[in-house]
């Protein structure tokens, strides 16, 4: 009797569903950085028609290096303290947002992006972050890495109209180049969809190698 009861127990363990959290890997941006991007967004909001972009909170205004996806939640311990070697043998370095565009392209825009001026530093922590993940059993990003922030995203039911103007709007901003800023550390989040914005939770900061 004792002994069923046990079983039953351990098949119902067995057979709930394994929890996963979704979560990315990023360089979170300095306030400074996101105050600007604001006003860059000011800028483009009023020259389109207010309902064809969802504009990023610029508190949420991140560079992701790595989207893990679903992982599942036992996991996350290991990928702290995995990363945490890898992360902290490159040293800080200095960014640079410059120009905006837009994917696919700015013909057919339906992410608006800030770019970044090109940095060797940031190439190498990507890549040695994604090479990591790939021991850990995570899947390799098939597209090459583009470096950007994106600051909006096309909504869903819009016109071609506006679809146009939108990447009229987009192509001929030029908002040259923004304070430059250290990056001092990188962030693994959790990001919860909900109807509205999505949550980014923090759940751990890897620090880079300091300078001095
Ligand atoms: P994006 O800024 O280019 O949209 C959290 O969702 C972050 O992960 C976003 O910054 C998003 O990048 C990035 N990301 C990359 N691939 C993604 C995917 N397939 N689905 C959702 N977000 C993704």
């Not at 400074?32 to 508190?59: C, F, G, Y």
């Not at 902290?88 to 200095?94: A, D, G, M, S, W």
């Not at 304070?179 to 914005?197: H, P, Q, W």
Request: proline share 5%; glycine share 6%; hydrophobic share 40%.
């Amino acid at each position: 009797m004792e002994n069923s009861h046990c079983q039953k127990k351990k098949i119902m363990l067995l057979s709930l569903p394994m929890k996963t959290i979704r979560a990315f890997i990023a360089i979170t941006l300095p306030q400074s950085i996101q105050h600007q991007l604001a006003e860059i967004r000011d800028t483009l909001q009023k020259e389109m028609e207010e309902t064809t972009v969802r504009w990023v909170n610029p508190a949420n205004i991140h560079l992701t290096l790595k989207f893990l996806g679903e992982i599942p939640e036992k996991d996350v311990t290991n990928i702290i303290l995995k990363l945490s070697g890898e992360i902290r043998l490159h040293p800080e370095f200095q960014l640079n947002i410059q120009g905006i565009g837009a994917f696919p392209s700015v013909q057919q825009p339906r992410v608006i992006w800030a770019g970044l001026q090109e940095a060797d530093a940031l190439m190498r922590l990507q890549r040695s972050i994604e090479s990591k993940m790939k021991e850990l059993g995570y899947d390799t990003e098939e597209r090459p890495f583009s470096a950007h922030v994106t600051i909006g995203r096309v909504k869903q039911h819009v016109t071609h109209q506006q679809i146009v103007n939108c990447g009229i709007v987009v192509a001929r901003q030029d908002i040259g180049g923004l304070d430059g800023f250290i990056v001092e550390s990188v962030e693994l989040y959790r990001s919860e969809l909900t109807r509205g914005a999505p949550i980014y939770t923090r759940l751990h900061t890897y620090r880079l190698k300091p300078r001095f």
